[in-house]
């Protein structure tokens, strides 16, 4: 371009003619240079799309092939659907010791029950290898321990979670709460729920219910069920526990 407007100027001698090509004619020159490098980049863009969508295509079309393929169907998919399986199985079983367990570690003084005007601190421990029971047997006047249900207490997991603790000692304060009276938990995720008080049992060391109507509720105690509650047990004699389960208040 700087060599056409040098040769042209040369063309062009007189003072006059020169002001009407530099103001009118030369403009239009470099808007016609302009348009069509902006032709040329548009072209390259354009041929720059197209090969993105060659690529995307092909693409779409070995993936085609493989799921009309047999081995997809023969080897692939079927260790997709038992990977899946498998993933939510362990989910599901190990979530407690896996999942919840970081939290735990973080978060271990959060985790609390306020029972009245107190407020305990508890360790998500469960069953398992009597973990739970060898914990509050430690000390019995400040440890207090998941044991039945799901061993990690979640406010909004949907299971039920038993606590346990000493009597005398850091549960002294059940024989006092009465049908009605609330507990606030606060989880491992540091929320917090409100749950009321609405049965309570005394059972001996099989959860066979002393009083009338007898009736064995072990399984209600240990189990992980399917409604959200929480079950607080402890001892008030030497062959009787004292049972509380309550529910979530919405």
């Known amino acids: 371009m700087s ?27 470099i808007s016609s240079s302009s348009s069509h490098q902006t032709s040329e980049i548009r072209k390259k863009e354009a041929i720059s799309t197209t090969v993105v969508f060659k690529r995307w295509a092909n693409i ?7 799921l009309m393929s047999r081995s997809f169907y023969v080897t692939i998919l079927p260790i997709s659907l038992i990977g899946g ?40 421990m469960g069953r398992d290898h009597k973990k739970a029971q060898a914990y509050i047997n430690d000390d019995d006047q400040t440890h207090v321990a998941t044991w039945g249900g799901r061993v990690t207490q979640n406010n909004s997991d949907g299971y039920n979670t038993t606590f346990i603790g000493h ?14 009276d ?15 008080v609405e049965t309570i049992y005394i059972v001996d060391d099989n959860g066979n219910v002393t009083v009338t109507p007898k009736q064995n509720i072990m399984d209600e ?6 409604t959200e509650k ?8 030497g062959d009787e526990n004292l049972v509380l389960i309550a529910y979530p208040i919405k």
């Open 3 to 29: 060599k056409f407007k040098s040769i042209f100027y040369k063309l062009v001698k007189s003072k006059p003619l020169k002001k009407v090509v530099t103001a009118k004619i030369l403009p239009l020159i």
């Open 60 to 66: 779409r079309r070995k993936i085609s092939r493989l």
């Open 85 to 124: 399986i498998l993933s939510a199985c362990l989910t599901y079983y190990l979530g407690d010791n896996l999942s919840f367990r970081f939290y735990d570690n973080i978060n271990q003084s959060k985790t609390t029950l306020t029972i009245g005007k107190q407020t305990l601190i508890y360790k998500n």
């Open 167 to 180: 009597n005398p000692g850091v549960f002294d304060i059940l024989p006092k709460v009465k049908t009605g």
């Open 182 to 196: 609330k507990i606030t938990v606060t989880d491992v995720f540091n929320t917090k729920q409100i749950y009321q």
């Open 221 to 226: 105690i240990i189990e992980v069920g399917e």
């Open 230 to 237: 929480i079950t607080l047990q402890t001892c008030i004699s």
